[in-house]
């Protein structure tokens, strides 16, 4: 049985790099759009924001004016959602890019009530350019998207399998959660999520399940086919 009827999926520009650490890897990003396809096959709306870290990552941009560079960080997500378009198209997925800034020639600004239609005639929606804003990471831009579009879940497709009490490639002890609350991850610090994000899906009620899509793209078809793979977090 299939537990989820609408999803935001929020992939991370790094993850698009593969190796390369830079740009696009074209199997990497095959591999992906190929378990993409294979979820919305078992008949689940997707929604799709993804990051642009594989391009621009503001925060690093030393010098630089954030609001400047957060505008430039925007604009990596486009062009990351729009490589993301061109994969699924090519499996023969029926595909909408949105953009939170506008630029009509290139993608649709996004319309909440239009994102929702798409959805329900079965086509899978790239939200991307953030919220619009600056100060404001793509994890935000996911709770505020699945908000929006009333997403039953989050599934933060990341490098490591969960959500653990310290960092794991640092610390051979770390433990990993089944599940933990927002509170915790909060209080914790554990960086998993931002703060920002992390409060706006406490306060309404989105769960996030982390995962990894890294080293296997098919665990997120393992997921929403309902096993059991990665961290969920939600409020108790």
């Known amino acids: 049985m299939v537990p989820y009827k609408r999803v935001l999926l929020k992939l991370s520009g790094e993850a698009l790099a593969g190796d390369k650490r830079f740009g696009i890897d074209p199997d990497t990003m095959e591999s992906f759009c190929e378990a993409i396809k294979q979820s919305a096959d078992l008949g689940i709306e997707i929604g799709i924001v993804v990051g642009g870290g594989n391009f621009w990552r503001g925060r690093d941009a030393a010098g630089m004016e954030r609001t400047r560079a957060d505008?430039?960080?925007?604009?990596?997500?486009?062009?990351?959602?729009?490589?993301?378009?061109?994969?699924?198209?090519?499996?023969?997925?029926?595909?909408?890019?949105?953009?939170?800034?506008?630029?009509?020639?290139?993608?649709?600004?996004?319309?909440?009530?239009?994102?929702?239609?798409?959805?329900?005639?079965?086509?899978?929606?790239?939200?991307?350019?953030?919220?619009?804003?600056?100060?404001?990471?793509?994890?935000?831009?996911?709770?505020?998207?699945?908000?929006?579009?009333?997403?039953?879940?989050i599934l933060k497709a990341t490098m490591v399998d969960g959500v653990y009490d310290k960092d794991p490639h640092k610390y051979s002890d770390a433990v990993r959660y089944d599940s933990i609350s927002f509170t915790k991850v909060l209080a914790d610090n554990l960086n998993v999520i931002d703060s920002t994000a992390a409060s706006m899906c406490r306060d309404n009620g989105i769960p996030v399940l982390v995962f990894d899509l890294q080293s296997d793209p098919q665990n997120l078809v393992r997921v929403l086919s309902g096993e059991n793979i990665g961290t969920l977090i939600k409020e108790d």
Request: aromatic residues 4%; glycine residues 10%.
């Open 71 to 153: 505008h430039i960080g925007m604009l990596a997500t486009v062009m990351n959602g729009l490589a993301v378009a061109e994969g699924l198209e090519k499996l023969g997925c029926d595909v909408r890019v949105m953009t939170a800034i506008s630029m009509q020639t290139v993608a649709e600004p996004y319309i909440r009530n239009r994102a929702i239609r798409h959805l329900e005639k079965g086509r899978i929606v790239i939200m991307s350019g953030g919220t619009g804003n600056p100060f404001f990471s793509t994890d935000s831009a996911s709770a505020l998207r699945a908000a929006e579009i009333g997403a039953d879940v």
